[in-house]
């Protein structure tokens, strides 16, 4: 695959391919501007160079595959890159990252250090952390060889360093998860929403401040006895917890499932549903004109949903969104985020097609007022990729 991708044509340095080294304790990057031709990429490798190919889903339909089931299962997502290493270098400075990290080693073999967090603050960081030195580890707390098809699992925080051995190369796949997905990132949405809301529904939120509290509050007086100090305090603290009733968690949660369904790769199709679906519908060109576009569904027609994790309704301003990730990029946030705006009227037709996935059910079952809303709901998500029937619509 990492042969294959060069070959394409497709690839750019610093876009989807970094050259790095690691010598005497120095990190380097050696990206050239333009194109990542395969003769001046392998002039890199041979000269001992790393090589990183970003995203490598972009290229590979086997990891296309493998992300997006992965993301489905994790309700994160999924990201890989894939490293390629010559025997006895090393490419990277030992560091910590902000992810969930799994090493499956594909050929060769590379030598692992792993170490502990260094501090407290350290544990499940959000962000990865600067290149460390040597002097900055301590003695790792596993130290071993992976070999083509072992699997190293190490959490956000751990600091890691790869090198190889002097008789082999490496190639191997960092597979990534859980990104900016903690309970902190999910408040950091909630807590002024529900400011919001108090302020706009609670008088006391909006009384004033006593006049006086500079002469008693502040980091000057923080060690002074004073009762209006203990009473300020008390009030601060009942305000925060007075917040939890204005917090409208379920649409914090919605907009981070909205987040994530653009950060999604789109659903790989096996060949029956390609069938089943949109994307295997034989319209086309024949005698001068077009044969087979019509989309003819019928109250009779069984459907579901291509995958359960595939849509969320959302209730926004504007109305009922419903967001889809069918017509996503294989290219992180190629395209912007899909959506449909839904008349609120389909939203249990919605939720009955979630809840009853994987089983398909009668389009004239769908609990829309009329047949002919049941028809047109279940043709446009056919259309948009998310529905697919039980039967191909054309027998060809």
Not at 67 to 84: D, I, K, P
Not at 205 to 220: E, I, K, N, S, T
Not at 311 to 331: D, F, H, K, P
Request: glycine share 6%; charged share 25%.
């Amino acid at each position: 695959d990492f042969d294959a991708a060069l070959r394409s044509g497709e690839v750019h340095f610093g876009t989807h391919l970094d050259v790095t080294s690691y010598a005497d304790g120095v990190r380097e990057t050696h990206n050239p501007s333009g194109r990542a031709l395969p003769a001046v990429v392998w002039d890199f490798y041979q000269n001992g160079c790393s090589l990183r190919l970003l995203s490598p889903q972009t290229f590979s339909p086997t990891v296309w595959q493998f992300l997006s089931v992965l993301q489905e299962h994790f309700g994160s997502m999924a990201g890989a890159n894939t490293y390629l290493t010559p025997p006895g270098t090393q490419g990277f400075a030992p560091h910590y990252d902000d992810i969930e990290a799994f090493v499956l080693q594909l050929e060769g073999k590379k030598h692992w250090r792993v170490y502990r967090p260094r501090t407290d603050a350290e544990v499940l960081p959000q962000f990865s952390s600067a290149n460390l030195t040597q002097a900055e580890l301590g003695e790792p707390m596993l130290e071993t060889v992976l070999e083509a098809g072992d699997l190293l699992y190490f959490p956000r925080g751990f600091i890691h360093q790869g090198d190889c051995l002097p008789d082999a190369h490496s190639l191997h796949i960092t597979v990534s998860s859980y990104q900016r997905n903690s309970w902190g990132d999910l408040l950091e949405k909630l807590l002024p929403a529900a400011l919001q809301m108090a302020l706009e529904e609670d008088v006391e939120y909006r009384q004033g401040l006593p006049m006086d509290y500079f002469g008693y509050m502040g980091v000057a007086n923080s060690e002074a006895v004073d009762a209006r100090r203990t009473a300020f305090m008390e009030k601060v603290q009942s305000l925060i917890k007075k917040l939890v009733n204005y917090a409208p968690i379920d649409a914090a949660v919605d907009q981070r499932a909205k987040s994530f369904l653009h950060d999604c790769l789109p659903p790989v199709l096996t060949e029956s549903e390609k069938a089943q679906s949109v994307y295997g519908f034989p319209a086309r060109w024949q005698d001068g004109g077009p044969h087979d576009v019509d989309i003819r569904i019928t109250k009779d027609t069984e459907v579901r949903l291509l995958r359960h994790g595939i849509i969320r309704l959302c209730n926004e301003e504007a109305g009922v969104m419903l967001y889809y990730t069918t017509e996503n990029s294989r290219v992180y946030h190629k395209e912007e985020p899909k959506f449909l705006e839904i008349d609120p009227e389909y939203t249990d037709s919605i939720e009955f097609l979630l809840s009853s996935y994987p089983n398909h059910v009668r389009v004239d079952s769908l609990p829309c007022e009329t047949l002919e809303d049941k028809i047109s709901l279940a043709t446009l998500l056919f259309e948009k990729g998310i529905l697919i029937t039980k039967k191909p619509l054309v027998q060809v």
